[in-house]
């Protein structure tokens, strides 16, 4: 008699946390949380096809379609075939921009274009006049000869520290 009496009391504890489990899931699916599936994993390498230098450049766009007026924005890094770019509006994947910047302790202003590769930026990201800040992936897709080579050596003198990224002298 004891021994069925522990075996109901098993069954109904088994039977109380079922219940509680069906309930936790109709709230989750009430909430719409969404839920994903990982297709692919970060495995560890780097996938970037050259080195990326966090530095902080003035940056004037355009998106290739509209052709309408030079916007600003700053670089978040750099390298030879891309950079991050912050600025006040998000792009759409596979944009085409008119992309032209300084390079410090250079009189050469560098022009080229570049392919959106992603953009995001979270509602809190403002600037300091409470504008949405979105960071944006570039791909550079057109460069000439010149601007490449003058591109690779201001790169490659952040990597081997010859310049601060802010473009003083390393002491």
């Not at 309930?23 to 909430?31: L, N, P, W």
């Not at 979270?122 to 000869?145: A, H, L, M, N, P």
């Not at 080579?149 to 003198?157: A, F, H, M, R, W």
């Amino acid at each position: 008699m004891i021994l069925l009496a522990g075996e109901i009391i098993f069954i109904l504890v088994l039977l109380v946390i079922l219940l509680l489990l069906i309930v936790e899931d109709a709230r989750i699916r009430k909430t719409k949380i969404p839920v994903a599936a990982v297709r692919e994993y970060w495995n560890g390498l780097e996938r970037r096809q050259a080195v990326r230098i966090d530095t902080q450049l003035n940056v004037k766009y355009m998106l290739v379609k509209k052709k309408e007026r030079s916007l600003e924005g700053l670089t978040k890094d750099i390298s030879s075939s891309g950079m991050r770019l912050i600025a006040n509006e998000k792009f759409e994947k596979g944009a085409n921009l008119i992309i032209e910047f300084d390079i410090p302790n250079r009189r050469h202003k560098l022009k080229c274009e570049g392919k959106v590769v992603w953009s995001h930026g979270d509602y809190d990201d403002r600037d300091e006049d409470g504008r949405r800040i979105f960071q944006t992936g570039i791909s550079f897709s057109e460069v000439s000869k010149y601007d490449r080579s003058k591109l690779n050596e201001y790169v490659n003198s952040l990597i081997k520290g010859k310049i601060e990224p802010n473009g003083c002298a390393a002491t």
